[in-house]
């Protein structure tokens, strides 16, 4: 097992332009979690599923941010018509249930 | 909203012990303490966690005050390879799917 993975590392894309990012959690983590983070402030939280089942939004999951875990393995995030704001990093962690969540790498997105 | 106050900033010598101070003065009885880190560009890391009693592990020992509305991360050896944005967090385990909400965290810098 190597842990959480983020996919891609990097992005750098258009405003405007849709993205969409991928985690695969740690096998048989039930829980999995997305988290934001700009420069200098801690994660903020985003979503969180439970298996397949999207328990939690944010509100600052607005309607161009779209998740899914369609086999309640790995996950999609989506951001449509990307603005600069959403400049961030963005973590994917995963957990067992009442167990400490693992956090990947996360992916560096920059809207240009 | 963070429940918990740590200091901004913090500064130690190589070799000797960090005290990482947090204040969670509106802490439940069924609410953890937890700490994370993060060092520059990486997701963050699980250190150790407590409800009432003082916890140790391989990295680090947790003091948690008798009332609980304190406690005390303790690095005993820091390294330079300790400096890191090191985050107290109180989780919710029962409810909020073990969601975790950070602060700003503490800057921990490790000297030579």
């Known amino acids: 097992d190597t842990g959480v993975s983020q996919d891609p590392r990097h992005k750098i894309t258009k405003r405007g332009q849709n993205v969409t990012f991928r985690c695969d959690p740690i096998s048989e983590h039930n829980r999995l979690y997305w988290y934001r983070q700009t420069l200098g402030q801690g994660p903020e939280f985003l979503t969180y599923?439970?298996?397949?089942?999207?328990?939690?939004k944010s509100r600052l999951l607005s309607d161009r941010f779209s998740a899914e875990r369609p086999k309640g393995s790995f996950s999609t995030l989506e951001i449509q018509r990307t603005e600069q704001g959403d400049s961030a990093m963005y973590l994917c962690?995963?957990?067992?249930?009442?167990?400490?969540?693992?956090f990947g790498q996360g992916t560096r997105l920059t809207v240009v | 909203d963070a429940k918990t106050t740590q200091p901004p900033s913090m500064d130690c010598a190589e070799g000797r012990a960090a005290n990482l101070p947090c204040n969670h003065s509106t802490i439940s009885g069924n609410e953890y303490v937890y700490w994370y880190r993060q060092i520059h560009s990486q997701g963050p890391q699980y250190i150790i966690h407590?409800?009432?009693n003082n916890e140790t592990n391989e990295m680090a020992s947790l003091i948690i005050t008798e009332d609980r509305k304190s406690s005390t991360l303790i690095l005993p050896h820091a390294t330079l390879r300790d400096t890191a944005v090191y985050y107290c967090?109180?989780?919710?385990?029962?409810?909020?799917?073990?969601?975790?909400?950070f602060g700003q965290g503490t800057e921990l810098s490790v000297k030579p």
């Open positions: 967090i109180v989780r919710v385990e029962y409810n909020q799917g073990g969601k975790l909400i």
């Open positions: 407590g409800l009432k």
């Open positions: 962690a995963s957990s067992p249930p009442y167990d400490e969540a693992f």
């Open positions: 599923f439970q298996n397949e089942a999207q328990l939690e």
